[in-house]
């Protein structure tokens, strides 16, 4: 086990800028939780920096599982590596996966993403596909990226078990002959009385401005969340993902 220098500390700390892992087609995976679930995985860890804590409690040298380099880190050096508020005892750099997953005829429900923005609502919508089965997103171009820090860490383990797509959403849209594509929008049907058709393919909006009219020229129907209340104007993404998912998965 080596202890991390501080020549290889600034290199490392070098990654917390987003553009340096766009660049090297790398990201970052922080806690023990995450650490574990990419371990379990197929990702291709680069590097570990733990705590001499931390590494003592292992039954197992975690570092053999992937061939990756193993340092042990002071509290202070992860602080350094670290983009969270209060750095955890353990911190990965990984290889992404490849995109472009191909999609599976038989999957029921794909979820599709139009320009989503807050990386917080991408790894929740992770983390709820994860929890129906729904193994398949597409995104447009314009969404925020599935290995920024912050969907990582809102997936709580789902990017390891999701597959993302990046792709001219509306194109892609209008090429799915097998499937229908629901978008959720104001004055759509009520989630509780339309039919549902599977396979089918549900599209969330951007966060202020909703679905673009580029992709909504490619939905068949448009469905919607009853405002019970008729007080708040509209749901969190997040939120109207989970509820239509659920629906959907009834």
Known sequence: METLSKNKLSLLASYRQQKRCDEENLFVIEGPKLCLEALLSDIKIRTICATADFWDNQ????????????YEASQQQLE???NLRTPNKIWM???RPLLGEAIPSQADIIIALDNLQDPGNLGTIL?????????????????????NPKVVQASMGAIFRTY????????????QHER?????????????TCAVLKPAIIVIGNEGSGISPAVASAIHRSITIPNLGHTAESLNAAMAAAIICYEFSR
């Open 93 to 95: 750099l990984a290889e």
């Open 80 to 82: 350094r590596l670290s």
């Open 127 to 147: 983390r709820t596909a994860d929890w129906f089965g729904i193994r398949h997103l597409v995104c447009s171009t314009d969404t925020v990226s599935c290995f």
């Open 164 to 175: 993302v797509n990046y792709v001219n959403l509306a194109d892609f849209l209008k090429s």
């Open 180 to 192: 229908t594509v629901y978008g959720a929008m104001l004055g759509g049907e009520s989630i509780y």
């Open 59 to 70: 039954t197992s040298p975690l570092g053999g599982l992937h061939d990756a380099a193993c």
